[in-house]
């Protein structure tokens, strides 16, 4: 997997955009600055959208080419954001830390998705925030956008499951036309949550 996506990277071009996504730019918009860490993070839009507006921000990827791309995008929106190349099973930050959580199209095989949403879950403080968009089952068969196996597609049952320990605020199922960069266009089918950790 880090292969594909080092390799997707590699390009000169932002291939999910520059622009943070929507769903989280009302979050960080809406709620006031702390520390947010941001898993999966890639070519870096939301981090370092959430900087510009004062969030203290932790991101992490696997590839070194989303890592170059996002300190790239920092550097030219004039903010700072630390960012580490890694995997979200061994990664390792301080329990009950950060103020908010956002997953913003992290798709994981089935046997993975739980266990690290639980472990990153660990990492938030109690009352701290969970902000998360990413591709429902209903989206599956979608040649434009999103994973083309069923697999690393979510169903609200299993997000449910997987955030236990969070009051959800909001949980909605959604259909919208995606324009975020090249590999992110057309009809979407997608599940956002915005919730509260316990």
């Not at 996002?70 to 929106?77: C, F, N, Q």
Request: proline fraction near 6%.
């Amino acid at each position: 997997m880090k292969e594909l996506w080092e390799e997707r990277y590699l390009v000169p071009e932002y291939v999910y955009g520059t622009d943070p996504n929507g769903w989280f730019k009302l979050f960080i918009d809406t709620h006031s600055p702390g520390k947010i860490l941001m898993p999966a993070e890639g070519e870096g839009r939301n981090a370092v959208y959430a900087a510009s507006k004062g969030w203290q921000v932790s991101a992490f990827d696997l590839t070194d080419a989303g890592r170059h791309k996002a300190m790239k995008l920092a550097a030219r929106e004039g903010v700072s954001i630390e960012y580490v190349t890694g995997d979200a099973l061994t990664l390792l930050y301080p329990k009950n830390h950060f103020d908010a959580l956002g997953i913003i199209f992290m798709h994981l095989p089935e046997e993975l998705r739980r266990r690290i949403f639980q472990r990153l879950t660990g990492f938030v403080k109690p009352g701290g925030f969970v902000v998360l968009e990413c591709f429902d089952k209903k989206h599956f068969g979608n040649t434009k956008s999103g994973p083309k196996t069923i697999d690393l597609l979510y169903s609200p049952e299993q997000l449910k499951e997987d955030f236990s320990g969070i009051e959800m605020l909001s949980f909605e199922e959604t259909s919208y036309e995606i324009d975020e960069g090249p590999l992110h266009r057309g009809p979407a089918e997608v599940i956002r949550i915005l919730g509260k950790k316990k």
